[in-house]
Nanobody
């Protein structure tokens, strides 16, 4: 089992920045691909970003490329999502996920989420 807990959400004005963190516990964190997803009001959950276990491969949704950066610190069992140039459409609940594969469609573990609100 892997337990995930997100933090760092909050309210920010458009153009601002936030950094989300996801702390993992349980099985060896470094063996897992980590991802961020979000679900906006009235929308389905969507992929935001992912980082492979060693950190050298990342993947981003087109909507966040150039604005968001995913990173990880395996020594701290933590994955981060740096969000810059935030837009009102980034408003959503953000979820951290973990899986042993890369490119998976069915992520194995999920956190409870953290809310991000971007006002115009």
């Amino acid at each position: 089992q892997v337990q995930l807990v997100e933090s760092g959400g909050g309210s920010v004005q458009a153009g601002g920045s936030l950094r989300l963190s996801c702390a993992a516990s349980g099985r060896t964190f470094s063996g897992y691909t980590m991802g961020w997803f979000r679900q906006g009001p009235g929308k389905e959950r969507e992929f935001v970003a992912a980082i492979i276990w060693h950190g050298l491969n990342t993947n981003y949704a087109d909507s966040v490329k150039g604005r968001f950066t995913i990173s990880r610190d395996n020594a701290k069992n933590t994955v981060y999502l740096q969000m810059n140039s935030l837009k009102p459409e980034d408003t959503a609940d953000y979820y951290c996920a973990a899986d042993q594969g890369w490119g998976t469609k069915n992520w194995e573990y999920w956190g409870p989420g953290t809310q991000v609100t971007v006002s115009s």
